[in-house]
């Protein structure tokens, strides 16, 4: 890994996305068909995959799971920016900085957050542990197999259930960008995503989610100055925007309610009912989301490939900051966006609509269409002019519009006016992303799966792991893949992933970093009661006992503080609060209860038999047991 | 038995533990004072001082502290 230099490769990067914008840009300019710019975007994104996944192919079992243990931070930071993108990113994104921008904002300042947290207390310690997975880790910590292996399948789930909205929003994507059917599109995906897990496991997703995350920054940097450039006023957007977006915004959307006209938020199809919920619920989803960060898998991976502790502290800090600076990007641009929309097409009339608006008709054979004027799909210019009642003069009003609010901020640039050239950029880079995304994912799970079941085997090998590690991951892959195609709510699976990490690995974790007097038995009923917990009031709270929905008798429990009650995917929090309880009745059990009179005696009998030089001492009290 | 090295916790990450119950408590606090108030997420968040927080001010001194933080346990160590 050190013999990637970081500034070389990035400024390549940037050359790359500078001259493909450039081609795209004088390629529509000079009238070559949309669908070869589309066409070249397809074949831009699978060379940096590719440079970035291929290169990084290994079959050594220290690189594959550790990436050498020499990482360059700079790498691993911006590969961590990347890993925990997915709340803010996908493709809710821009729907939610519409429909709902707190839960955005809370999103964000959760991941900064629980960031933060992980850089403080997991990072260096991790890191010095040696282990690249918690399976491993917790095996060599406790020399027992009992804690790994269960904390192993809570893992799997929960990634696989982080996974399945990142390949389910990276398939709606690329199948609507592409114009491909869904089950092929969703194929590739499936495939590029297990290839990136498995080629050269760790060295390779480090890569690709470096390569992703710098090109996603430069998308979303370069629409939102182009934007900004449009409204005029102060260049830089992430500083202006409060004042030249977010107020003129809302002052319009004031008149506009006044009015009776159709807001953004009304326009954009889709609305998850999660985004509905009061501030309260999304304030819990973000303590969630705090608690899962600290403990996140794919993060502990980066950590462990760095060269010392230090270095992995650094790079956690690094990796908030740059998942900071995305997230601030990706909210101005959306706001500059959702206003630029607003001057774009309101008051214009049909019939100049034809020429100053190509996005009403330019995506419509596109599946889902991404716009519907008057309910219908216009294919033409032409046919702009019959889509509405008024013929030609009709003047054209948000509410006649229906957009696909998924697609909202991938198409931003285009429903801007803005050169096909940034939305083929942003498209890219989503697609990028969110496919080293749900790679993380999978070979996080795919390696605690085989550090808890196969490493802990006197025999086991590197290589055989390694091959373990890549069924595994590709078996994971289309799980999600499959589990993900019908799934109407990204919401869900992904808090419920969240809350399962918060409520296994993160009591797991800290206990074994910094509680020693817990022992393998205590460590191991929190993770089986933190598991248990979460799921049982996921399934009680959302089908009820008899795993039928909505026949009344789901389970609604509040938590102090809200006002209805606690969805059933941000279980995670009375998951966490049994597994603590657990440990504290252990403690109490072994120190104030009869087992604390028993264990002295038994304690030297079994020193006795591991350690008989320090028996006596144990007996006589002159040293713990 | 001895229940934690508290003496080592203590050395390494005294901040740490503030800052995990500021946040918790800055949180709890808005999530109660929401809730009271039966505040709706648009009204709530849509003070620019939430946003300009979250987004901005939030991470910032985040990413100082951490570093601050960090740097410190780095020289102790050496």
Redesign the interface.
């Known amino acids: 890994m050190d013999s990637v230099n970081p500034s070389k490769a990035g400024f390549a990067l940037v050359t790359a996305c500078i001259l493909f914008t450039i081609i795209v840009y004088t390629m529509e300019k000079i009238g070559v068909p949309r669908s070869y710019g589309i066409g070249l975007s397809a074949f831009f994104a699978l060379g940096l995959w590719a440079v970035a996944a291929f290169s990084g192919g290994t079959t050594r079992a220290r690189r594959f799971l550790l990436a050498d243990g020499s990482v360059n931070p700079a790498i691993a930071a911006t590969a961590l920016g990347c890993a925990v993108t997915l709340p803010v990113l996908f493709s809710d994104g821009g729907l939610l900085a519409a429909a ?4 955005l ?2 999103l ?2 959760a991941v ?2 629980g960031l ?2 992980s ?3 997991v990072s ?1 310690r991790f890191n010095a542990a040696g282990q690249s997975d918690l399976g491993e880790y917790l095996f060599r910590r406790y020399q027992s197999r009992l804690p790994g292996r269960l904390m192993a399948p809570a893992m799997a789930l929960a990634l696989v259930l982080l996974m399945l909205p990142a390949i389910a929003a990276a398939t709606r994507l690329a199948s609507w960008y592409f114009a491909s059917s869904p089950l092929a599109t969703s194929v590739a995906i499936a495939a590029l995503v297990a290839l990136s897990a498995i080629l050269g496991g760790l060295y390779s997703a480090t890569r690709l989610g470096a390569v992703a995350f710098v090109v996603l920054l430069i998308s979303v940097n370069l629409a939102l100055l182009l934007l900004v450039l449009d409204t005029g006023g102060f260049p830089v957007g ?1 500083l202006s925007v ?1 004042s030249n977006a ?2 003129p915004m ?1 002052d319009l959307e004031d008149q506009l309610r006044s009015l009776g006209i159709a807001r953004l938020a009304g326009v954009l199809g889709g609305a998850a009912g999660f985004q509905a ?4 619920v ?3 989803a ?2 969630t989301l ?1 608690l899962g960060l600290i403990a996140f898998p794919p993060a502990l991976h980066l950590y462990a490939s760095c060269a010392e502790p ?1 270095r992995a ?2 790079v ?2 690094r990796g ?2 740059a998942s ?1 600076f995305f ?2 990007s990706f ?1 101005a641009f959306l706001m500059f966006a959702g206003f630029g929309f607003y001057q774009t097409m309101l008051g214009l009339p049909v019939s100049e609509a034809r020429v100053e608006a190509p996005v009403l008709y330019s995506w419509s054979h596109h599946q889902p269409p991404l716009i519907t004027v008057c309910g219908k799909a216009v294919v033409t210019p032409d046919g702009l002019m019959e889509a509405c009642n008024g013929g030609g003069s009709h003047i054209v009003d948000t509410g006649d519009l229906s957009i696909a609010g998924g697609l909202f901020a991938v198409a931003a640039p285009d429903l801007n006016g803005q050169p096909l050239a940034i939305t083929a950029l942003l498209a890219t880079s989503f697609l990028l992303v969110l496919i080293a995304i749900a790679g993380f994912q999978a070979l996080a799970a795919a390696n605690t799966i085989t550090g808890a079941f196969y490493a802990t085997k006197k025999k086991a090998t590197g290589s055989r792991r390694v091959f373990w590690n890549r069924l595994l991951a590709t078996l994971l892959v289309a799980l999600a893949t499959y589990a993900g195609s019908g799934a109407p709510d990204g919401y869900e699976p992904l808090l419920l992933g969240f809350s399962l990490i918060a409520a296994t690995a993160l009591p797991a974790l800290l206990v074994s970093l ?4 817990f022992g393998k038995v205590a460590v191991s009923s929190a993770i089986g009661a933190g598991f248990a917990v979460t799921l049982l009031f996921f399934i009680l709270s959302t089908v009820g006992i008899d795993l039928i929905a909505g026949n009344g008798d789901e389970i609604a429990v509040s938590l ?4 209805g009650p606690l969805p059933g995917s941000l279980g995670g929090l009375y998951g966490l609060t049994a597994a603590i309880a657990v440990l504290a009745t252990t ?1 109490l059990a ?2 104030l209860g009869p087992l ?1 009179k028993i ?1 002295p005696k038994i304690a030297p009998k079994i020193a006795r038999g591991i350690a008989p030089e320090i028996a006596p001492e144990i007996a006589e009290g002159r040293r ?2 | 038995m001895k229940l934690a090295n508290w003496y080592s916790l203590k050395r390494s990450t005294a901040p740490v533990f503030w800052l995990a119950v500021g946040i918790v408590a800055v949180l709890a606090a808005i999530g109660l004072g929401s809730a009271l108030q039966e505040r709706q997420a648009a009204t709530l968040f849509g003070l620019p001082a939430t946003w300009s927080y979250a987004l901005l001010i939030l991470p910032g001194l985040l990413f100082l502290l951490v570093e601050w933080v960090l740097n410190r346990m780095n020289r102790r160590e050496r």
């Not at chain 1, 709902?100 to 839960?103: A, R, V």
């Not at chain 1, 102090?560 to 006002?563: E, I, K, R, V, Y």
Request: glycine residues 14%; negative net charge.
């Open positions: 709902n921008p707190g839960l904002v809370c964000a300042g900064s957050s933060a947290l850089a403080l207390l260096r992430q409060g977010v107020e809302w919920l009061g501030a309260d999304h304030i819990a973000g303590i705090i230090q502290g650094r956690a800090a908030m900051a900071a997230t601030l909210f910094y509680l020693p007097a102090f503080g809200l006002t403690w072994a120190n604390s264990g713990e047991a």
